[in-house]
């Protein structure tokens, strides 16, 4: 979906460097969300936030940590990468209240840690 | 939430109706189902959503039995552009009525669309 933005799409890295990928939406919401998928395997919840004031840890959260700098915009940070966070990685969005999970994902950050 | 499980894959013809079924039998009252799928690595789509009555939108329909532990997605005429993983997954709602926002992504379905 265009309005949900991530960069960068592609990043090679190095064992042990920070590496931080952004999100950036123009939909509106409150809600945002950062997914981790292995290859072959369906998505991993890492961290979300239902408010710029409101961060949660997801599934997978260890080796990682966020921050919300606007209601737009979400970031992502591996404080130290290793190679087993070699995955692709997706931001998605939505509104908040009602009665529908309706996420709105960006394309998708290809990473790799060497 | 309650946990989905799906077929690993499928195929269907194109223009025939592809019917991708999803068994979710520990299902809670206040438990939705959705339907995602991803294309070739893309970010996933949202495709349908409901609770307990049928419902279909301008991609699909979905039909969930009576007793709401099982369900089916229905795309009427699937195109080669439809071969894909779908997601079936279930998600709750508080006592509030508002959703709790977290979505459970199981492996999906393959499905292939064969000229």
């Known amino acids: 979906d265009a309005d949900v933005t991530q960069t960068p799409r592609n990043r090679i890295t190095k064992t042990g460097k920070r590496i931080m990928l952004e999100c950036s939406q123009t939909k509106g919401h409150d809600r945002m969300y950062w997914y981790r998928q292995d290859p072959g395997l369906g998505l991993q919840l890492i961290y979300y936030s239902f408010d710029v004031k409101d961060i949660n840890k997801g599934e997978i959260s260890d080796g990682y940590s966020v921050s919300r700098q606007a209601q737009a915009k979400f970031s992502l940070s591996l404080e130290s990468a290793i190679p087993n966070q070699t995955a692709l990685y997706f931001c998605?969005?939505?509104?908040?209240?009602?009665?529908?999970?309706?996420?709105?994902f960006g394309p998708g950050t290809r990473l790799t840690v060497l | 939430d309650a946990k989905t499980t799906q077929p690993t894959s499928m195929d269907c013809a194109e223009g025939r109706a592809a019917n991708l079924p999803c068994n979710h039998s520990?299902?809670?009252?206040?438990?939705?189902v959705y339907w995602y799928r991803q294309i070739h690595s893309q970010g996933p789509q949202y495709i349908i959503h409901?609770?307990?009555n049928n419902e279909t939108n301008e991609m699909a329909s979905l039909i969930i039995t009576e007793d709401r532990k099982s369900s089916t997605l229905i795309l009427p005429h699937a195109t080669l552009r439809d071969t894909a993983v779908y997601y079936c997954?279930?998600?709750?709602?508080?006592?509030?009525?508002?959703?709790?926002?977290?979505?459970?992504f199981g492996q999906g379905t393959i499905l292939t669309v064969h000229p």
């Open positions: 997954i279930v998600s709750a709602i508080n006592a509030g009525g508002t959703s709790y926002g977290k979505l459970t």
């Open positions: 409901g609770l307990k």
């Open positions: 520990t299902i809670s009252g206040n438990e939705y």
């Open positions: 998605a969005t939505s509104d908040v209240g009602g009665n529908t999970d309706t996420q709105y």
